[in-house]
Nanobody, 116 residues
Framework: QVHLVESGGGLVQAGGSLRLSCAASGSTFRIATSGWYRQAPGKQRELVATLSRGGSTNYADSVKGRFTISRDNAKNTVYLQMNSLKPDDTAVYYC??????????WGQGTQVTVSS
């Protein structure tokens, strides 16, 4: 199993920045892909960014050029640097990992609120 703990959410003004962290513990050697998803009120959960074991990244069109996903292997931590934040970025952000055997694990979520 993999246990995920997110941190770094909060309230920020439009145009500001936040960095989310996702610390993984447990069977971290089995992680194939790490990612961030978000869910705004009344909307479905959507992909924000993913980072594969080999270093490939994938971003939602709405965050390209503003958000960056990265990883510190020594700390078993994945980050999401969010710049030029917009009110539309307001959501609960969830960390996700998929293992080599296609198991999915989720963090508890962290609230990001962007005021206009």
């Amino acid at each position: 199993q993999v246990h995920l703990v997110e941190s770094g959410g909060g309230l920020v003004q439009a145009g500001g920045s936040l960095r989310l962290s996702c610390a993984a513990s447990g069977s971290t050697f089995r992680i194939a892909t790490s990612g961030w998803y978000r869910q705004a009120p009344g909307k479905q959960r959507e992909l924000v960014a993913t980072l594969s074991r080999g270093g490939s990244t994938n971003y939602a069109d709405s965050v390209k050029g503003r958000f960056t996903i990265s990883r510190d292997n020594a700390k078993n931590t994945v980050y999401l640097q969010m710049n030029s934040l917009k009110p539309d970025d307001t959501a609960v952000y969830y960390c996700n990992v998929e293992t080599l055997s296609s198991e999915n694990y989720w963090g508890q979520g962290t609230q990001v609120t962007v005021s206009s």
